[in-house]
């Protein structure tokens, strides 16, 4: 499977708390690259929150989220994992998992009022976790003569583009990461800067990412 241009996913560990009707709803939201490190992430919360009413859960794994997986861990069916699920659906997240611990209050809130609620605190775990979008970059090696230092380095910093400190041999070199698909209209903006002097190659791809 050819990889995605760009997906978005959660940025961190966020954990959030919300109380509805006397009952704890603690939601838990991080970034996984795989199902097993989705799995191993729930067990986690699981073993922290043993004495817990229910830990409900679901995630959203590979880079297109192919994989997707809830459970309601016990409450009606339909009414935790699904609604998890849902919340990281709606925001376009892949590779993240949330887990939502519940401790029951001793009021029951209902089918509508759980899925609500989950609903709820899976969001607030998103909030707290915060969201980035990794877009697929390609590293471009630039070497020139000193003589075009000056220029280029103010064309790169006024770009917009990301790019690694200089290095420095006989001639000056600059690591440019350029998002996929935009390598040749760069280099032939670098040419027209430098009247076709120096060189320019394609390297690696990497994701980089920026905050929504």
């Not at 910093?157 to 390598?183: L, N």
């Not at 209209?185 to 009247?195: K, M, N, R, W």
Request: proline content about 3%; glycine content about 8%.
């Amino acid at each position: 499977m050819a990889q995605p241009l760009r997906y978005r996913t959660v940025k961190r560990y966020g954990e959030a708390e919300i109380v509805i009707q006397k009952s704890r709803f603690i939601a838990y939201a991080s970034r996984v690259e795989s199902e097993e490190e989705a799995a191993s992430f729930v067990q986690e919360i699981s073993r922290r929150h043993w004495d817990a009413t229910h830990n409900c859960y679901a995630w959203v794994v590979g880079r297109s989220g192919e994989m997707q997986r809830s459970s309601d861990d016990g409450e009606p069916a339909g009414t935790a994992g699904r609604p998890i699920l849902e919340v990281i659906r709606a925001r376009e997240l892949v590779d993240t998992a949330i887990v939502v611990t519940r401790y029951f209050g001793g009021i029951k809130l209902g089918a509508s009022g759980l899925v609500r609620a989950y609903s709820q605190a899976a969001s607030a775990g998103l909030d707290a976790a915060g969201t980035v979008i990794r877009q697929l970059h390609r590293a471009m090696e630039v070497t020139l003569d000193y003589s075009w230092m000056g220029k280029v380095e103010h064309a790169l910093r006024t770009s917009g583009y990301d790019f690694d400190p200089p290095r420095f041999t006989d001639k000056v070199s600059w690591t440019v990461w350029i998002p996929a698909g935009e390598e040749k209209a760069f280099q032939q903006h670098l040419a027209e800067i430098t009247g076709g002097q120096g060189t320019v190659t394609e390297g690696e791809t990497a994701y980089r990412e920026r905050e929504t």
